[in-house]
């Protein structure tokens, strides 16, 4: 099918948001404050998936002593580690009743997609290089189901230092990331990064939110302090009302390429015999030198399409062509 380009318009119907930082940083928490922001507005609840026992009993309670929603949130909750369940799991969410998806934490479930990978280790005793793109496949799966499915998206993670090695004791800093498959940060529209300070003076601390990614360029770089559950609506507007767009996944666009290419294949191959059986029989049907020349000139230009075994099945024939003419000169 051919590309037809048509106008740009707004097709991202929900929000697609990544926040990652260390332990303690507020993710999960923000998370919840932003899920249940969005939940109301689309009149849904929210569905969180758990990989850490115990990480969110104490958000499904009343604490009046937490001055920032002390209130219990309300959410129905999923506990598993096992990537390709929740891989599997995403695509059949009921999305009349879900409105808004929590996974957390990414940095779990990068872990057990890790654990998939049963071959040998190298003599360090870690994974070889060629051993990601196995491991790498259903993370991907993963995120390409949540982009896919019609339903606002959060995936939290634990934070991870970046660095670039320049020899064996000489390595540079090149920042933090998302501890999770490499390209996790990227594949959200907004990736922001938690992260908690304290003051030396007063004693106080406060959560603060540095918007790392932001395509619709709203807070791009910014630092957003004590984010509460509004903080998404300026995003959330720019959205409204839109008409979700179908998401190729990887996958898809790999097995449409895989049919593209064995069509063309196909077409190459019916050329290739087409081409194969012209010159054959331009030579087979040559009375002359002359004729068995201008048949074989035919070959000119065109041994890698026709291939090795059917450029050299050609000469054979040609040669044995060569001596059937000679033969008929002789006893003429």
């Known amino acids: 099918m051919a590309l037809k380009p048509k106008k740009a318009e707004q097709q991202q119907g929900k929000l697609k948001y990544g926040i990652y930082g260390k332990a303690g940083s507020g993710k999960t928490f923000t998370a919840l404050l932003f899920a249940e922001w969005l939940a109301k507005e689309e009149k849904k609840r929210i569905l969180f998936v758990n990989t850490e026992p115990g990480g969110t009993d104490f958000y499904t309670v009343k604490v009046k002593e937490r001055e920032v929603h002390p209130d219990a949130f309300d959410f129905d909750r999923i506990d598993t580690k096992q990537i390709l369940e929740v891989r599997d799991y995403i695509p059949t969410i009921d999305t009349t009743t879900y409105g808004v998806l929590i996974i957390d934490s990414a940095s779990h479930l990068w872990d057990s997609a890790n654990g998939l990978y049963t071959g040998r280790l190298t003599s360090e005793g870690t994974m070889p290089i060629n051993a990601y793109s196995k491991i790498k496949k259903p993370f991907r799966q993963l995120l390409d189901n949540a982009r896919a499915a019609d339903i606002h998206f959060i995936i939290c993670g634990r934070e991870q230092n970046e660095f670039e090695r320049h020899s064996a004791t000489d390595w540079e800093f090149k920042g933090t990331r998302m501890r999770a498959e490499k390209e996790t940060g990227h594949e959200p529209d907004i990736t922001c990064q938690m992260f908690q300070t304290r003051n030396l003076d007063t004693k106080e601390f406060k959560i603060s939110m540095y918007v790392e990614k932001d395509h619709s360029g709203l807070f791009q770089g910014k630092t957003i302090d004590w984010p509460k559950g509004d903080t998404v609506k300026p995003w959330y507007d720019l959205i409204r009302g839109a008409t979700p767009a179908t998401v ?20 190459f191959k019916t050329e290739r015999a087409a081409l194969f059986t012209q010159i054959r029989d331009s030579m087979l049907r040559a009375n002359t030198h002359d004729e068995l020349r201008t048949a074989w000139s035919l070959t000119q230009g065109k041994k890698m399409r026709l291939g090795d075994e059917a450029y050299e099945a050609l000469e054979a024939i040609k040669d044995g062509e060569k001596v059937r003419l000679q033969a008929q000169a002789g006893r003429s």
């Open 248 to 267: 190729q996944t990887i996958e898809q666009a790999i097995e449409a390429d895989l049919a593209l290419q064995a069509r063309e294949d196909d077409r």
